[in-house]
């Protein structure tokens, strides 16, 4: 009697790493292995289909001697940096107006943040038809008397980037309302009444005392938003299909293009790995400090 | 009911040991009280007799049966935890049920235990609210309900009255005073409220730093405190631990005490074992003094010492008394009114109670 | 007196340009999906006329019925409609299997922590922020290997893989709150491993079960990339559709049905964000927020 308890407490103890097993497995696979493997055909000449030959750094020289990519590496530093700094800056601004107590907060807060909802492929869509210049916004101000007032960003080579970027802003910025919000509420009181009492007035107090209290929430807001612009692809495809021409160009279309439309495996995947050491340079410090901060507290 | 004994156990995370050679042991009916400050070891200790950590070495019987590889539902246990641990989704009377459902007893029996449970812990009227529903000690006595269905050989109950208030805390007690009474069951209790050690316990364990510095009925552990620890540890105000030296005359010894600008204090008529008398004469000792233990000298006794009161505290049935002793602060307690601030006064102590202590080793002198 | 008076004017004058400016953000907000809804109600000489943002003159469901059932995706003229099943076949099952996986998984990392427990969430917790071109290549072979390339079950499989990152970090950061006594209680009541999950730990969870799905279901449903790289033609799901209706480069564009395209695509999340809102923000800070 006492052997079977033991093998059943023995199975018991065992159960619960055999139930998350398949799960590892899969992330194991579909994550670090798959990042393996596009790492090896990174370095052989795959073209349409991967071929095993080891051809060394070859494809990256390859890749950094593609015009298309310095636009699309170029591309995402401006899209990236104004992307930041405007969903960063409105999301800001809109949560500490929204924590004024302000009466229909929920709804207008809830307005702020439905874009978050929508596929990028919709947001490209409507975007595309408001910045049309025939028929969109241009034509709207032209109606209304001023008639050389041109918005043609998105035929506009050098200003079409600018575009995704709106887009983009439009899209995010709710979301960075939405963490700095939670950050926000989650500020002490007390620290704003003891302020006050010793005579700081209200736009001293935000900026002194609660912007740099909610430091935790920048970074969030920061990694994370960065993230999205790096893998940003079906609101490109969906509003300029990296055009015109490919002056709106980003790594993700690159890789996407590369390999699946220009038979350039090697060189998609090798500008598949550029990317992802990009995103690890940024999340894995963050994941760092965020896990070791929450073992400690 | 049944006996338990721990013995030689121990356990670590990783290189760190949390008990060091564990061993206690009790009697059927028993009421034993795991006693010591926050990080001794107590609830994992506690934890390990219901089968919820694993057993790094030693072995732990219950009813003379060794489970160490038993899971709990095995081990006959009930348990009552320090945040009650009350199924939130679950009425009061699917709490209390569910062991039993897992047990696979039958509606009838399981109806009845509910009845008879509720009964005794007048939670009738609560059976079908939700936890959240409850207050602190409405909840606390759902969750010994859960453990009384349970029928076990053994009840542990982790800190049960630690989240309550003060005064529902003391009812509380009361109440599982009561209950020990009635169901004879030998109980494991963890706290680090020496109050409810000594009310409680037939048997208490104090620990520190994961091991047992002594295990023995409360009221000896209280008079005959193991060491200086134990001393200070048990007993509220604490033992005053004063510095002295030993002087011995024939079969008794007096400690003599060193009170600045005043003639020392003679603690006289100290019984000790003439081996004790001998290793320690004119050597330096730690002598205790529990607070009640002083009294203000009559005519009758010549006074042990002459001090003056520094800081005097009225606490309604009696007066703390802070004063300098040894050169260490000293509390006395004594009638209401006796002591005022900046007297000077002659006090006398009960060398029955008085016990001594290695300077070194800290352990008591027999 | 007086000083009070301008006091209380400086506030009240503080308190209309913050309304003002939460207004104007707002109306900036609504504007593109005002444009969406009123392009899609104007028939298509209307909108060649140059009215943009003004109400239709005249209302018509025209082209919401061309969007749902004859525009042409590529060759085939059947709308959205099959399109749109498609999704909904892809997003149910996967938004199922990777909550119940997910809540599986955080209960054990949680309540029945194992040496390394921590690490294999480490490994988790990094492919919520996989970049996905990084295993686009691998994933293709893979699908094609297992015979799952361009079919319904095949993105199923790779939303559940990459989806259990998201849920089982959602049900680990909720589960850590839960205290560990309720689990030991359980256990002490003579529960075992799937008993304590089943009766005590996923009765509490509904919130995060909400949470969890709701996530999923919107990044499923909004996901573009999977979609158009390992499924073609009618085996697609709605947003590689509608993006092939906007790009059709054919005859005179028709604005009114890429907008009402764009609107049956947005408004099962829509409808999702509006119902529950609450639980859609709590899934968005999840990844930002302490937990
Ligand atoms: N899983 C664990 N890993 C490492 N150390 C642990 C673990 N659990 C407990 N400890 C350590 O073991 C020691 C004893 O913990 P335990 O919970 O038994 O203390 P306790 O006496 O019950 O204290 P309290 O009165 O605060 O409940 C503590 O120092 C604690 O930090
Ligand atoms: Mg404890």
Same mark, same amino acid.
């Given at each position: ?297 | ?366 | 007196? +007086?000083? #009070? =008076? @301008?006091?209380?004017?400086? %506030?009240?004058? $503080?308190? /209309? ?76 099952? +996967?938004? #199922? =299997? @990777?909550?119940?996986?997910? %809540?599986?998984? $955080?209960? /054990? ?76 209680? +359980? ?105």
């Amino acid at each position: 009697m006492s052997a079977s308890t033991r093998m059943s407490s023995r199975l018991a103890a065992w159960l619960p790493r055999i139930v998350v097993a398949p799960s590892l497995l899969v992330v194991i696979v579909t994550v670090y292995l798959f990042i393996l493997w596009t790492g090896l055909i990174s370095v052989t000449s795959s073209k349409f289909v991967p071929t095993y030959d080891f051809v060394g750094l070859e494809q990256y020289v390859r890749l950094w001697a593609t015009p298309r990519w310095h636009t699309a590496v170029a591309n995402l530093f401006i899209f990236s940096a104004l992307f930041l700094a405007l969903s960063t800056g409105l999301g800001l601004l809109m949560a500490i107006l929204l924590d004024q107590n302000i009466r229909a907060e929920g709804a207008l807060r809830a307005i702020y943040l439905y874009p978050m909802a929508l596929s990028f492929i919709v947001t490209g869509t409507a975007w595309k038809w408001i910045m049309n210049p025939g028929l969109g916004i241009q034509r709207v101000v032209n109606d209304l008397g001023w008639t050389d007032f041109r918005f043609d960003w998105i035929t506009d080579p050098q200003m079409a980037i600018y575009t995704v970027v709106v887009a983009g802003v439009w899209q995010s910025s709710g979301f960075a309302m939405a963490i700095f919000l939670a950050g926000l509420r989650g500020i002490d009181n007390s620290v704003i009444k003891a302020a006050q009492i010793e005579g700081a007035t209200l736009p001293l107090i935000y900026r002194q005392i609660i912007i740099p209290m909610l430091r935790p929430a920048m970074l969030s807001v920061i990694v994370l938003l960065s993230y999205i612009a790096i893998k940003s692809f079906d609101l490109v495809l969906a509003l300029t299909n990296g055009g015109p021409g490919t002056a709106t160009e980003l790594p993700s279309t690159f890789m996407f293009s590369a390999t699946f439309r220009r038979n350039q495996m090697g060189v998609g995947a090798a500008s598949a790995v550029m990317m992802l050491m990009t995103v690890a340079a940024i999340i894995i410090p963050y994941l760092y400090s965020e896990l070791r901060e929450k073992n400690n507290g | 009911m049944s006996t338990l004994e721990i013995d030689r156990v121990r356990k670590s995370y990783g290189h760190f040991e949390v008990l060091k050679e564990v061993s206690i042991s009790i009697g059927t009916g028993d009421f034993l009280v795991l006693l010591g400050p926050s990080g001794c070891g107590k609830s994992t200790l506690l934890n390990m007799i219901a089968g919820l950590e694993t057993i790094s070495g030693g072995e732990i019987r219950i009813a003379g049966k060794t489970v160490n590889e038993l899971s709990p539902k095995d081990r006959d246990i009930a348990m009552v935890f320090q945040s009650y641990a009350l199924y939130p989704t679950m009425t009061v009377r699917q709490n209390i049920e569910f062991g039993m459902k897992i047990r696979k007893v039958t509606q009838a029996d399981r109806a009845k235990a509910v009845k008879t449970a509720s009964d005794l812990l007048q939670i009738d009227h609560l059976l079908d609210r939700k936890p959240s529903q409850l207050s602190g000690g409405q909840r606390q006595r759902v969750a010994m309900g859960r453990a009384i269905v349970r029928e076990p050989k053994l009840f542990l109950f982790d800190e049960p009255l630690s989240n309550l208030d003060a005064k529902l805390r003391v009812d509380m007690r009361t109440e599982i005073k009561r209950l020990h009474a009635r169901l004879g069951t030998t109980i494991v209790y963890v706290t680090h409220d020496q109050i409810e050690a000594m009310t409680l316990a037939t048997r208490v364990a104090v620990m520190k730093d994961g091991v047992v510095q002594q295990l023995d009925e409360p009221q000896a552990v209280y008079d005959r405190p193991a060491n200086v620890y134990v001393a200070r540890f048990v007993g509220s105000p604490a033992m005053n631990i004063v510095p002295a030296v030993l002087e011995v005359q024939g079969s008794t010894a007096t400690a003599v005490i060193d009170i600045a600008r005043r003639p020392a204090a003679r603690i006289a008529g100290i019984t000790l074992s003439s081996e004790a008398l001998q290793r320690y004469a004119g050597k330096k000792v730690l002598v205790g003094i529990r607070p009640e233990n002083f009294s203000i000298a009559t005519g009758a006794a010549p006074p042990s010492l002459t001090i003056d009161f520094d800081v005097v505290e009225p606490t309604g049935p009696d007066t703390l008394a802070v004063f300098q002793l040894g050169g260490v602060e000293v509390t006395a307690r004594l009638p209401p009114k006796q002591a005022h601030a900046g007297q000077e006064a002659a006090l006398s102590v009960d060398t029955s109670k008085t016990v001594l202590f290695d300077i070194e080793s800290e352990t008591r002198i027999d | 007196m +007086a000083e #009070a =008076l @301008s006091q209380s004017g400086k %506030a009240r004058l $503080g308190r /209309i340009v913050i309304y003002t400016c939460l207004l104007i953000v707002a109306l900036l907000y609504l504007m593109p999906l005002w444009v969406m809804v009123s392009t899609s109600l104007k028939p298509l000489d209307e909108i060649y006329g140059g009215s943009f943002i003004g109400l239709p003159k005249v209302v018509t469901l025209d082209a919401w019925r061309a969007a749902w059932s004859q525009a042409c995706i590529g060759t085939e003229c059947t709308g959205l409609k099959p399109y749109f099943v498609n999704s909904l076949l892809m997003v149910i099952p +996967a938004v #199922a =299997l @990777s909550t119940g996986i997910g %809540a599986i998984n $955080g209960y /054990i990392l949680t309540k029945w922590k194992f040496p390394g427990a921590n690490f294999v969430f480490g490994l988790m917790l990094f492919g919520c922020f996989l970049p996905y071109q990084a295993i686009l290549i691998p994933m293709a072979r893979t699908l094609g290997l297992l015979g799952l390339a361009g079919s319904i079950p095949g993105l199923v499989a790779v939303h559940v893989s990459y989806g259990i990152c998201f849920t089982t970090l959602f049900f680990r950061n909720y589960f850590v709150s839960l205290p560990d006594e309720l689990t030991k209680a +359980a256990m002490v009541d003579g529960a075992g491993f799937f008993r304590i999950f089943w009766s005590v730990i996923l009765p509490t969870s509904i919130p995060i079960i909400v949470v969890s799905c709701i996530w999923q279901f919107t990044q499923i449903w909004n996901d573009f990339l999977f979609g158009v790289s390992f499924t073609s033609g009618s085996s697609s799901p709605i947003t590689v559709a509608l993006n092939n209706i906007v790009n059709v480069t054919t005859g005179r564009k028709q604005y009114n049905v890429d907008m009402a395209a764009a609107m049956i695509a947005a408004i099962p999340t829509l409808v999702v964000y509006i119902v529950a809102g609450r639980y859609f923000v709590r899934g968005l800070t999840a990844g930002a927020v302490k937990g």
